[in-house]
């Protein structure tokens, strides 16, 4: 009797690919609907509420003083701005980095050299995060190699601009190569042949054909640079991004919700760049 149970099950499901799919799918979207979507919406709920100053307990009644604390305080308007502006730095970095060293990969290297190139790019990614950052802390440190070199090391906007940018240096470079080897080589040549001098043929052929890819890895750089908290706290001295103000809020302060509201910055200026960027192809790229 169960023998044939499953059997008829099997074959309806053999017989129905959409069904299939459902079965296969069901659970990971279960677990992305209560693990994530969940999570993120417990934030969201999270900022409406507040902390009795009293007792330091959270006092889970609607009110909207935590984004009014957020958006008429000056100090949060500079902080924002300035992660913004830290986000959109490591972004051009990246990018201008990337382009020579992917188009290189993609067209000018051999296939074994690509290989390696690949593997040299994916090294730093199985390194620690503290062990990357810190080695940057000491190179900005006062007695670094900067300083050897005759630098003007310090710790700062400009060592979390260069520390950020590194680390997600590879999350730029690998998107860039993958659209650069869609790129036809005939194109190249075609407007070679045509009289077109390299700086040309890169703004008019390679540029908008890769510009996609670009925008796809500045997905990567822009919103891993708007959360991150870490790096900031260990090069960023006396600055202060929306992650450490997160992170400030949860541990000293003490205070959950206005974490939260904090927190939801960064979610909805990511949300408003996708929105922009969506029209460009860049989906289609990760």
Request: proline share 5%.
């Amino acid at each position: 009797m169960t023998t044939s149970v499953v059997r008829r099950a099997s074959t309806a499901l053999y017989r129905r690919p959409r069904a299939r799919l459902v079965l296969l799918l069901t659970v990971p979207l279960l677990w992305l609907g209560l693990a994530y979507l969940g999570s993120l919406a417990a934030l969201f709920v999270a900022a409406f509420w507040s902390v009795n100053d009293f007792t330091g307990q959270i006092v889970r009644t609607w009110t909207l003083d935590n984004f009014t604390q957020l958006f008429t305080g000056e100090v949060y308007r500079t902080i924002s701005l300035r992660t913004v502006g830290v986000a959109v730095g490591v972004t051009v970095i990246d990018a201008l980095v990337a382009l020579p060293v992917a188009f290189y990969m993609a067209k000018v290297a051999s296939p074994r050299a690509q290989r390696w190139l690949v593997v040299a790019i994916l090294t730093p990614l199985w390194a620690s995060y503290l062990v990357k950052v810190y080695a940057w802390r000491l190179m900005f440190s006062g007695d670094g190699i900067l300083s050897w070199l005759g630098g003007t090391p310090g710790y700062g906007l400009t060592a979390t601009t260069v520390t950020l940018a590194y680390l997600w240096l590879p999350y730029m470079i690998l998107p860039v190569y993958a659209g650069l080897e869609r790129l036809p080589d005939s194109l190249l040549d075609a407007a070679g042949d045509l009289g077109a001098r390299p700086f040309r043929i890169f703004r008019t052929v390679v540029l908008p054909t890769i510009f996609p890819a670009v925008v796809a890895g500045s997905i990567f750089t822009f919103s891993l640079s708007l959360g991150d908290y870490i790096a900031v706290r260990i090069v960023g001295g006396t600055k202060q991004l929306l992650g450490n103000v997160v992170y400030d809020n949860i541990g000293a302060a003490n205070n959950l919700p206005f974490a939260a509201a904090v927190a939801t910055v960064p979610v909805v200026i990511m949300l408003v760049y996708l929105a922009a960027v969506r029209r460009t192809g860049a989906l289609e790229n990760l």
